[in-house]
């Protein structure tokens, strides 16, 4: 089995930061990409930052410049530093990796965390 456990989320004033942490454990032969996504209530989850084993990352607009993705891959872990926030960031964030378990001939699949809170509010 795969499993990805977040750490580090809470509350926090509006400028304020947060880092929230992931790591992978299992049976994992490569992961391709670690990545965050938030779910708000009553909106859609939204990819919010990924990072390929590379260390190639992307981000979505409204956190560029004030959140920072980066990962260890030696330890399988992905982490998200998040400065300057804000109300709207106020939500639930999910660890993402999308890796193969044994091999190269495994398949590509999507595994999620629990979820950790984000509360952003004075």
């Known amino acids: 089995q795969v499993q990805l456990v977040e750490s580090g989320g809470g509350l926090v004033q509006p400028g304020g930061s947060l880092r929230l942490s992931c790591a992978a454990s299992?049976?994992?032969?490569?992961?391709?990409?670690m990545g965050w996504y938030r779910q708000a209530p009553g909106k859609q989850r939204e990819l919010v930052a990924t990072?390929?084993?590379?260390?190639?990352?992307t981000y979505l607009d409204s956190v560029k410049g004030r959140f920072t993705i980066s990962r260890d891959n030696a330890k399988n872990t992905v982490s998200l530093q998040m400065d300057s926030l804000k109300p709207d960031d106020t939500a639930v964030y999910y660890c993402?990796?999308?890796?193969?378990?044994?091999?190269?001939?495994?398949?590509?699949?999507?595994?999620w965390g629990q979820g950790t809170q984000v509360t952003v509010s004075s």
């Open positions: 993402n990796a999308v890796l193969r378990r044994y091999d190269l001939r495994s398949p590509l699949i999507n595994y």
């Open positions: 299992g049976s994992i032969f490569r992961i391709n990409s």
């Open positions: 990072i390929t084993s590379d260390g190639t990352a």
